[in-house]
């Protein structure tokens, strides 16, 4: 599903424009954005969580020529499915 089809499923199901639905995702997306940079996590009940977690320092492989060499420590994001997201998967 790409932002288009998403924007058009929210405006039919709220009964809303597809501009009032833009506006709401892109709301909602800056939302989480702004959350996460701070550090903080986004729990949505029965959807899931978003949190921040640390990837440590590690050593890996040059692919081409096999060298060994340092990855830098990193931020990453993570969601865990809640459970009604998991029980409608199945």
């Given at each position: ?30 939302a989480v954005a702004d959350s996460l940079a ?53």
């Amino acid at each position: 599903m790409t932002k288009a089809d998403l924007i058009s499923k929210m405006a039919d199901e709220a009964g809303i424009t597809k501009a009032a639905a833009e506006k709401a995702l892109n709301s909602f997306v800056t939302a989480v954005a702004d959350s996460l940079a701070k550090g903080d996590k986004v729990t949505l009940v029965g959807f899931g969580t978003f949190s921040v977690a640390e990837r440590a320092q590690r050593e890996g492989r040059n692919p081409r020529t096999g060298e060994t060499i340092t990855i830098a420590a990193s931020k990453t994001i993570k969601f865990k499915a809640g459970s009604k997201l998991k029980d409608a998967l199945q």
